[in-house]
């Protein structure tokens, strides 16, 4: 109102031309303003440091998928991801090339020690890669080794060559047996390639000694390194959902219901069992692989189990409540081959248990 009086009324006056002037002043401050929060929008000029460690699972596929987001946020010059891996799941290590491959951040991979197995299409995923003198890689084989599995990662590690302009075939090769490369792989064999053999093919980069060579090697002198690690929780989802520690974790789960049931009324062991179940389905619903559908099925088979105890039903609530637990624990595995031997192994495990 007060602008609109100012327009309106006589400008002869000495103090509506000072408000006139004061109001020009703080738009063109505005402005000025705005263009200022522009540039402090540039690059930071960071890099990103993001590790790359032990078995790929769909924990590390999360912490890389963030450390990526966060980069792109802040603009950073430059994401190095220092691979050391043996391989695991194949899904994971889809993802996590994935995110590499659709960031518009510049990607390095620094092979540290080894890029085995899932780690070979995460290390071809980045625009560069460098290795140190005593690194590996190769030995991508597909376990279990069947011509579907081997076809599909096959197919996989060579669509991701092509985008990043490296021989598709000699990526191949190092997951297919029957991929023949004269004088370098002949039929029947995986390959793996060392540091030298790497560079000379034209797959690596280069050899460095260290970190900081390789980002030097891609014209980055000065850049401040921000070290990526991942939070508590992630950290837990990695544990949990480690191929190797979920069978545990499901058999202690179950051997402390049961311990539950034969011990009726100290409630330590439910305790044990219900954190160690919420752990499971925690951890996997962190990752993606349960559902809240899931969740809910293995509830309401723990629910069918407890009204057999204690309604006999001829048997239905207790058939109901085996299928509904065992296709909420399957549900929940980031693939039907790990939740078969999962579930198995804590199955057999469990009845060993409490048998003693």
């Given amino acids: 109102n007060k602008l609109s009086n100012i327009i309106k009324g006589p400008m002869t006056g000495e103090k509506p031309m000072k408000k006139v002037r004061i109001v020009g002043i703080f738009l063109i401050l505005s402005i000025l303003l705005c263009f200022a929060g522009m540039g402090f929008a540039e690059s930071s000029g960071d890099v990103y440091g993001v590790p790359i460690k032990g078995v790929i699972d769909r924990g590390i596929a999360m912490f890389v998928k963030r450390c990526v987001n966060e980069a792109e946020k802040n603009e950073a010059q430059a994401i190095i991801f220092e691979i050391d891996t043996p391989g695991g799941e194949v899904n994971a290590a889809v993802e996590i090339s994935n995110t590499i491959l659709n960031t518009s951040v510049p990607t390095i991979s620094f092979i540290n020690n080894e890029a085995t197995s899932a780690g070979v299409i995460i290390a071809v995923s980045s625009d560069t890669i460098y290795m140190t003198s005593h690194a590996t890689i190769g030995a991508a084989e597909t376990r279990p080794n069947e011509e579907k599995y081997i076809s599909y990662w096959s197919s996989k590690l060579r669509a991701v060559a092509e985008k990043t ?20 792989k002949p039929k029947g064999k995986i390959l793996s390639l060392t540091a030298k053999q790497a560079e000379e093919l034209e797959l690596a980069d280069g050899i460095v000694a260290n970190r900081s060579e390789a980002l030097k090697a891609n014209g980055i002198n ?22 190797y520690i979920s069978p545990i974790i499901l058999t202690i789960g179950i051997v402390c219901i049961i311990m539950e049931l034969l011990l009726p009324g100290y409630g330590l062991f439910a305790f044990i069992g219900l954190l ?3 752990l499971f389905f925690g951890a996997n619903f962190m990752i993606g692989s349960a559902r809240i559908w899931t969740i809910a099925l293995f509830i309401l ?20 409540g085996i299928v509904s637990v065992i296709i909420g624990l399957m549900m929940s595995f980031p693939n039907p081959v790990q939740a078969f031997y999962s579930i198995t192994f804590a199955v057999i495990a469990s009845c060993v248990i409490s048998y003693f």
């Fill in 301 to 320: 088979g723990i629910l069918l189990l407890l009204i057999e105890m204690f309604i006999p039903g001829f048997g239905i609530f207790g058939i109901s």
């Fill in 165 to 184: 302009g490296r021989n598709p075939e000699l990526v191949a090769a190092m997951a297919d047996a029957d991929v023949v490369i004269e004088g370098l």
């Fill in 276 to 278: 160690a179940f919420g």
């Fill in 222 to 243: 000065d850049a401040d390194i921000i070290e990526q690690k991942p939070s508590m929780a992630e950290y837990v989802a990695q544990f949990v959902t480690n191929p």
